[in-house]
């Protein structure tokens, strides 16, 4: 459920109330603090973490609603040591470690907040080990004593009757880890005319007591600030005593809308509960698009090659992923914060997320190496639109949510991309039976079918020349001694992997927009009509060779059945060739027409260091996608023959 800001001020009242109610209660209805103490606490209630009853294994972090809010305070004031509340100056909301606080705050005006250190405010599992220890002692050591639990030194005060529990502890020096997400800012009253984002947030931090206001007006040598970027902020620091923080709303000007904004923040003594991550290399892969579609890949899960380990990650889906328009505003100012991608992301691939049925998640293993990856096809995306990808994990491997360590989830760097224009002659094909390597686009035309029945075309084709290439290499004697093979280095399993590579690669083009301009790509077709009947004028039609290689399509059934008209080739990358001429026996007569023949510009790419970095696709290959950086393979330097694609084809009709 999401909070309104008038809800959540609401709630905020009503919680202040509930809680002034109940302090008032706890107050005076026992004879003093120590007696209190003495109340049996039933075990789960001694971890300072809230609403465990409220964790369920949904993911969903905006559960924590209304009711939770108004039951909060008296929760904590009953669960925990007394003196931290007592502690917390008046407006201030005191912080338990690894739970968000989700809060509103008016523009220029700062909510404070305090994460109570110095009394042993630690994780659930440290506190009762620190509790069972203490009262282990209680009972049979009277006298002063001193003890290291975990990292925080213990020490007690000699309380002769065991009442009292009144106790000092000095905790070493540990870091805390604070973080914060902006889940609603003030939008523009006016999208169109207004192109500047709101103003960001600031976070404060003091760890002097003589500050415990931090923010704008306190004294800038007691404090720290961090303004938030993208709604988010992450800050750390060592420290044993408590820490104050503010989270100042700056003035918003008149432009925007309400002054309100709405944030989560919370404390750790373990790690982020919210983090977000820009620097390392994008997360998310674009493999390739369409003019209403776009598949993209993660990086890969493992480099674990036990299959009980693969088949567990299989099993998982570990990621969630976030798309935009580019030309949509609605989430700018807020990409690095978790929910705020939530509240306002065009499309979430996400549990409860909006728009869901434009996006299918899945694992896959396609891609070199075959390693397992998870994989996001969207549809219904608009053509030659540029969007944003951003891809995020909801909490930890093992969870997510409050009590979780990093339960806030995590944000990584956005990946770029965008669709093809609406000729609509390129269609994704995955899920291809025999080429499992094929997902990409391929020449298409919206009257032959479906997607399903685009890529079944494809594959059968494929799988139909590979049976005929079964039959040559039935003739050659692959299991005979290895004096007697073709090969000492290469077997005619490696052969197959060659040829297999290739003949998808070959009789699956990849497809671009003919309007894309790349010089690497092999126009294609142009003698034919686009599915909408267009047709190139004789002025553009000037501009490229009058030649078989330029009006038609590599397989000419391609031509005949799908009917795609013109588009541009992403040539087959000239090492699947090589690696087919050395892996297969010499008397298949396999050869790779030599770069600087016409043949070889028609049918080959080359892959280009340079182009890769930049993310484009210069040449197919099993696996290829805009990878924006990366290892580069290169070709062999082996002398090739000359027989021409037509030949290799030819041999297949052995
Ligand atoms: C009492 O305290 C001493 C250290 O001061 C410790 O060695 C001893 O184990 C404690 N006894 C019990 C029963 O915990
Ligand atoms: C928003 O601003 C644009 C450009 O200044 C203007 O044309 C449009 O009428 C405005 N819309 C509203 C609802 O005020
Ligand atoms: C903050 O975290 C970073 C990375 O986790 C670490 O390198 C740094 O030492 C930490 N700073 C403090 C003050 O703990
Ligand atoms: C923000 O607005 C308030 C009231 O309008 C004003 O008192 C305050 O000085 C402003 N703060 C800044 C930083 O401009
Ligand atoms: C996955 O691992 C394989 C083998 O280590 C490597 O070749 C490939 O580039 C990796 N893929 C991605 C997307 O990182
Ligand atoms: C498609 O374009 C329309 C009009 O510009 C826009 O309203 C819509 O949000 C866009 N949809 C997507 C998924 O980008
Ligand atoms: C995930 O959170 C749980 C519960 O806080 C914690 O026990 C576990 O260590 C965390 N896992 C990671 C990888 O941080
Ligand atoms: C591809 O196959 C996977 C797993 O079999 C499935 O989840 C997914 O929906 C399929 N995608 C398409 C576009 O057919
Ligand atoms: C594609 O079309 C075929 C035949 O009309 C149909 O059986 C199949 O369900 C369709 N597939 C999808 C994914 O729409
Ligand atoms: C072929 O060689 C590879 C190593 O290059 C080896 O793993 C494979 O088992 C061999 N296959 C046969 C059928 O000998
Ligand atoms: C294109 O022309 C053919 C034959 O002239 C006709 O059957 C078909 O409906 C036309 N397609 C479109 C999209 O106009
Ligand atoms: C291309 O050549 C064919 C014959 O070789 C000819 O009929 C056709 O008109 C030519 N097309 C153009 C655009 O020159």
């Given at each position: 459920m999401q909070l309104s800001p008038l809800q959540s001020r609401l709630a905020a009242s009503v919680a202040a109330s509930c809680f002034l109610i109940v302090l008032y209660l706890t107050l005076f209805s026992f004879p003093n603090f120590a007696v209190a103490t003495e109340i049996p606490i039933p075990k789960q209630e001694?971890?300072?973490?809230?609403f465990v009853d409220d964790l369920?294994?949904?993911?969903?972090?905006?559960?924590?609603?209304v009711a939770q809010d108004a039951t909060y305070e008296p929760e904590f004031s009953l669960g925990l040591d007394r003196s931290i509340i007592g502690r917390a100056p008046a407006g201030v909301t005191a912080l338990v470690n690894n739970v968000e606080m989700p809060m509103n705050v008016v523009a220029g005006t700062t909510q404070l907040f305090m994460f109570p250190?110095?009394?042993?405010?630690?994780?659930g599992r440290e506190a009762a080990e620190e509790r069972s220890s203490l009262e282990l002692r209680g009972e049979h050591n009277t006298s002063q004593e001193r003890d290291l639990v975990g990292e925080a030194i213990v020490e007690r005060e000699d309380?002769?009757?065991?009442?009292?529990?009144?106790k000092r502890q000095k905790t070493a020096a540990r870091t805390i880890y604070i973080s914060a997400n902006t889940c609603e800012q003030p939008q523009p009253v006016n999208g169109t005319q207004t192109t500047m984002d709101p103003p960001q947030l600031t976070l404060f931090v003091s760890t002097s007591p003589s500050n415990q206001?931090?923010?704008?007006?306190?004294?800038?040598?007691q404090q720290v600030f961090v303004e938030f970027t993208e709604g988010a902020v992450m800050y750390n620091l060592s420290t044993n005593s408590d820490v104050y923080l503010g989270i100042h709303a700056p003035n918003v000007s008149?432009?925007?809308?309400?002054g309100t904004y709405n944030f989560r923040v919370a404390a750790s003594?373990?790690?982020?509960f919210h983090s977000y991550n820009?620097?390392?290399?994008?997360?998310?892969?674009?493999v390739d698009s369409d003019s209403q579609g776009a598949l993209l890949i993660t990086h890969?899960?493992?480099?674990?090659?036990d299959p009980s380990v693969e088949e567990q990650i299989m099993k998982s889906q570990p990621y969630v992923m976030f798309a935009q328009?580019?030309?949509?505003?609605?989430?700018n100012g807020m990409m690095y914060s978790y929910c705020g991608l939530q509240n306002y992301a065009q499309i979430a691939a996400t549990?409860?997320?909006?728009?869901?049925?434009?996006v299918q998640t899945g694992m896959t293993k396609r891609g070199p190496g075959n390693l397992p990856k998870q994989q996001f096809y969207f549809s219904g995306l608009n053509a030659s639109a540029n969007y944003v990808g951003i891809l995020a994990k909801n909490g930890n491997s093992s969870g997510s949510g409050?009590?979780?360590?990093?339960?806030g989830g995590h944000v990584f760097r956005a990946t770029n991309f965008s669709t093809k224009s609406d000729h609509g002659n390129c269609a994704i094909v995955l899920?291809?039976?025999?080429?499992?390597?094929v997902a990409y686009s391929v020449p298409s035309n919206p009257?032959?079918?479906?997607a399903t029945q685009l890529a079944q075309f494809y594959d059968s084709y494929a799988s139909s020349m590979y049976a005929n290439f079964e039959l040559v290499l039935?003739?050659?004697?692959?299991?005979?001694p290895s004096t007697q093979r073709y090969s000492l280095v290469r077997n005619c399993t490696d052969c197959a992997a060659a040829y297999k590579n290739w003949l998808c690669s070959v009789t699956i083009p990849r497809c671009e927009d003919?309007?894309?301009?790349?010089?690497y790509l092999q126009p294609r077709a142009l003698s034919q009509p686009f599915p909408n009947n267009d047709t190139l004028s004789t002025d553009i039609l000037g501009?490229?060779?009058?030649t078989t290689a330029y009006n038609s399509?590599?397989?000419?059934l391609i031509d005949s059945t799908?009917?795609?008209?013109p588009y541009k080739e992403v040539l087959p990358c000239e090492d699947l060739c090589y690696t087919l001429v050395q892996s297969c026996p010499a008397s298949m007569g396999f050869g790779c027409p030599k770069p600087g023949q016409a043949v070889f510009n028609v049918s080959y790419g080359r892959r280009s260091a340079q182009a890769d970095a930049d993310g484009e696709i210069t040449c197919n290959y099993?696996?290829?996608?805009?990878?924006?950086s990366g290892t580069i393979r290169t070709g062999g330097t082996v002398p090739w023959g000359s027989l021409s694609v037509a030949g290799l084809l030819g041999l297949l009709l052995l």
């Open positions: 001694t971890t300072p973490v809230l369920s294994d949904d993911d969903d972090l905006s559960s924590i609603g250190l110095s009394e042993g405010q630690v994780s309380d002769t009757d065991g009442q009292s529990l009144a206001n931090p923010g704008p007006l306190a004294n800038s040598a008149k432009v925007f809308s309400a003594t373990d790690d982020w820009v620097e390392t290399d994008a997360d998310l892969i674009w890969n899960l493992t480099n674990n090659a328009n580019q030309n949509d505003r609605s989430i549990k409860n997320g909006q728009h869901t049925s434009m409050n009590g979780v360590v990093g339960g899920n291809l039976t025999f080429c499992d390597q009257s032959y079918g479906n039935a003739q050659i004697a692959c299991e005979a003919f309007s894309n301009d790349a010089t501009q490229f060779p009058n399509s590599r397989n000419p799908i009917q795609p008209g099993p696996g290829s996608a805009h990878l924006f």
